[in-house]
């Protein structure tokens, strides 16, 4: 098992919501990224930092915004929630360096109503 | 443009059988390719990598092969099992890494 953690797993809110997801990691990477899966669908990749203080949009533009302010910490937050967000959110993390693998945490699950 | 995709979305194998599921990619200048395995619920979780400087490697029941010449990525399971049952992804890697669309395999008993 990888040491990678997302709260919370499953989150159902209301339009127009401020949300933030989180992600942590203790394995000390530093890199880290934002995923956006439909069930069974490929990664669309969203947001990426390569280490502290360091943030890049990805290939699917999201209205949907990042921090990294510690090595461990990659949080996402969505300013106004819509039912197009409602997806999966899964956030990774690998050595520096590389190309190495990416380790994924569980995966949040949003519903926006 | 450049892309990562797999031949089939879906595979039903016996339990026993071996299986493969194939990938596709573009990108010559890819270096590096990894399978995940996603079951229903979690994240992606790593199977097996292979660089470009090879065409062929094996983990437990798991075999990676690398054809460049044609830009194809398989993942061969060897008696395949209940337990394998799940999406897999292909995923290429030159600056960024690029994950391919899933095949969803599933195990008969």
């Given at each position: 098992?990888?040491?990678?953690?997302?709260?919370?797993?499953?989150?159902?809110?209301?339009?127009?919501?401020?949300?933030?997801?989180?992600?942590?990691?203790t394995?000390?990477?530093?890199?880290?990224?934002?995923?956006?899966?439909?069930?069974?669908?490929?990664?669309?990749?969203?947001?990426?930092?390569?280490?502290?203080?360091?943030?890049?949009?990805?290939?699917?533009?999201?209205?949907?915004?990042?921090?990294?302010?510690?090595?461990?910490?990659?949080?996402?937050?969505?300013?106004?929630?819509?039912?197009?967000?409602?997806?999966?959110?899964?956030?990774?993390?690998?050595v520096?360096?590389?190309?190495?693998?990416?380790?994924?945490?569980?995966?949040?699950?949003?519903?926006?109503? | 443009?450049?892309?990562?995709?797999?031949?089939?979305?879906?595979?039903?194998?016996?339990?026993?059988?071996?299986?493969?599921?194939?990938?596709?990619?573009?990108?010559?200048?890819?270096?590096?390719?990894?399978?995940?395995?996603?079951?229903?619920?979690?994240?992606?979780?790593?199977?097996?990598?292979?660089?470009?400087?090879?065409?062929?490697?094996?983990?437990?029941?798991?075999?990676?092969?690398?054809?460049?010449?044609?830009k194809?990525?398989?993942?061969?399971?060897?008696?395949?099992?209940?337990?394998?049952?799940?999406?897999?992804?292909?995923?290429?890697?030159?600056?960024?890494?690029?994950?391919?669309?899933?095949?969803?395999?599933?195990?008969?008993?």
């Amino acid at each position: 098992e990888a040491d990678i953690y997302q709260t919370p797993r499953y989150l159902v809110i209301g339009t127009g919501k401020k949300i933030t997801l989180e992600c942590s990691q203790t394995m000390g990477h530093d890199k880290m990224y934002w995923y956006q899966q439909d069930p069974g669908m490929e990664l669309h990749l969203i947001h990426y930092s390569y280490g502290v203080n360091s943030t890049e949009k990805g290939d699917l533009s999201s209205e949907s915004t990042v921090s990294r302010i510690r090595t461990e910490h990659f949080p996402l937050t969505l300013e106004s929630a819509r039912p197009s967000h409602t997806s999966q959110y899964l956030c990774a993390s690998s050595v520096g360096g590389g190309p190495y693998e990416q380790f994924f945490g569980p995966g949040t699950r949003l519903t926006v109503l | 443009g450049e892309s990562v995709g797999l031949h089939l979305p879906t595979l039903s194998v016996q339990e026993g059988d071996n299986s493969i599921i194939n990938c596709a990619y573009s990108n010559s200048a890819s270096d590096y390719f990894i399978w995940y395995k996603q079951e229903s619920g979690k994240g992606p979780q790593f199977i097996i990598d292979i660089r470009s400087n090879m065409d062929k490697r094996q983990g437990q029941r798991v075999t990676v092969l690398l054809n460049k010449t044609v830009k194809h990525l398989s993942l061969q399971i060897a008696a395949t099992q209940p337990g394998d049952s799940a999406v897999y992804f292909c995923a290429e890697n030159k600056n960024d890494m690029r994950f391919g669309a899933g095949t969803r395999l599933t195990v008969k008993p």
